[in-house]
């Protein structure tokens, strides 16, 4: 389980566009402004916190219904052609 991020600077709205992207392929996009906001980098690691929550959450229901991901299995979510 890995979260993905990227981080964009938007000059002229004086801010951040962060991408976390979660080991499932889910892509959540966060707009943090930086003069409004005291604590960009805590913002991020909330948001990196609730996405791994959730992506424990949704592994151990899939398991415990006997759901196996070949792609995941693998660590390659991005190989699934079904997953797209």
Same mark, same amino acid.
């Given at each position: 389980m890995s979260i993905q991020k990227q981080v964009q600077f938007i000059a002229h709205e004086h801010a951040e566009r962060v991408i976390l992207t979660d080991s499932f392929g889910k892509?959540? @996009?966060?707009?943090?402004?930086?003069l409004a906001t005291p604590?960009?980098?805590?913002?991020?690691?909330?948001?990196?916190?609730?996405? @791994?929550q959730d992506e424990d959450r949704v592994r151990a229901i899939a398991e415990q219904r006997g759901h196996r991901h070949p792609a995941l299995e693998a660590g390659e979510p991005e190989n699934c052609k079904d997953c797209g």
């Open positions: 892509v959540h @996009e966060l707009k943090i402004n930086l604590d960009p980098d805590a913002v991020i690691a909330e948001a990196m916190l609730r996405m @791994e």
